[in-house]
């Protein structure tokens, strides 16, 4: 008996996902819950197991492609009999076939044959939709708004050929590879010059990047600069890398940035962690490190200071009063920030034990989506690769982000005289929109009272 394998949904907000890695090729058995492929979202990328056990049969969807959800990936032969469901594979096989069902007309051919491959395929459906959807509700993912507002696409005149008419992230790609913006519709000129803009005219530019949204971070930033000369070799960047450059983008477009910086003496939570560390992992099973003590200042300034614990929703100011925190886990293919929920509610072994299971299930890509949402505030710790301080960008829709320096020895001035102690740079991120200087720094020094004063035991 054949088994299909579906795109999963992974949250109730994402409809689509990537396939980034196949563990296993045709031909291959697979025995139930094995991890079988890699997918990446806009919230995490994760391992998804096998349905059922046989014989790898067929991968319909390669690597590097994006579907809807519960789109047929693959199909598994339990018992090497023949495909009892094929018809599930049509019913989603029509999505891409459909743009291409427009390009028979071959009236364009005559004047211009090298373009007329392209160019029906994706001005004949935007043709029709318009009164379609007028009036209409527009379905679509978060990933595929920023793409279109980005480029100022305007959905209403986009098909869409996911499930129920949804508009997909390969919807917008069609559009913008075949510099059909809805936007210039009025002056019909204005669209066959877009392939001119640096990001299309480069060649080896598109593999590298699908998403076309880090094409206008790189056109804003270098608009016609040359960037391929001498020795030189292109690496496309993976899903995770191109989603991780939209967030940044988009946050740093968004949000008005200010920075905030303090020094922090870290000598008495130093010592209390030096003397109970051992202890505490004898005990525990588990090690102690210095973020339970920050998140937990971090806790104290963001109850002292609600603003910093909030959200902004156009003009509403939304004041959140459950305390989630974002903790930045570094990938060796990216940075992923994992929520520890409810942070207000745990004790130093809570928070630490937390921490611990959400780096290891982010390194082994377990992660569930709701972990990584909710989250209302941020830490990020570049000290821990030796940085002195950083300036990090604000995780959206949060108005501030922690960066924690490095922890060392340094003389300082105690009472007219010097000591050794150890210190800590830390840096605000927070957003002007919402938060005024004024109470960033008041917030910095409760983080640095509850630190410097620490109190709470351990153990």
Partial sequence: MATDVVMPQMGESIFEGTITKWLKKPGDKVERDEPLFEISTDKVDAEIPSPSAGVLKEIKVNEGQTVPIQTVVAVIDGAGSAAAAPAPTPAKTPAPQAAAAPAPPPAARPATPPPAAAAPTQTAPQAV??????????????????????????????????????????????????????????????????????????????????????????????????????????????????????HMVASKRVSAHVYSVDEIDMTKVASLRAKAKDEFEQRYETKLTFMPFFVKAAVAGLRAFPTMNASLDGTNVVLHKEINIGIAVALDWGLIVPVVKGADEKNVLGIQRTLNDLAERARSKKLKPEEVQEGTFSITNPGVFGGLFGLPVISQPNVGILGLGMIEKRPVVINDSIAIRSMCYVTLSYDHRVVDGAVAHRFLHQVKETLENWSEPVL
């Avoid at 880090?214 to 292109?234: D, L, M, T, W």
Wanted: glycine share 8%.
């Fill in 129 to 246: 939709p318009v009164p379609q959807r007028s009036g209409e509700r527009i379905h679509s993912s978060p990933l595929v708004r920023r793409m279109a507002a980005e480029r100022g696409i305007d959905l209403t005149t986009v098909p869409g050929t996911g499930a129920g008419g949804r508009i997909s992230k390969q919807d917008i790609e069609a559009v913008i590879a075949a510099g059909a913006v809805p936007a210039a519709a009025s002056t019909p000129a204005a669209a066959p010059a877009r392939p001119a803009t640096p990001a299309t005219s480069v060649a080896p530019a598109p593999p590298a990047v699908s998403g076309g949204q880090i094409h206008v971070a790189f056109e804003s930033a270098v608009p016609r600069e040359k960037i391929y000369f001498g020795n030189y070799q292109v690496e496309p960047m993976s899903n995770m890398r191109q989603r991780i450059a939209e």
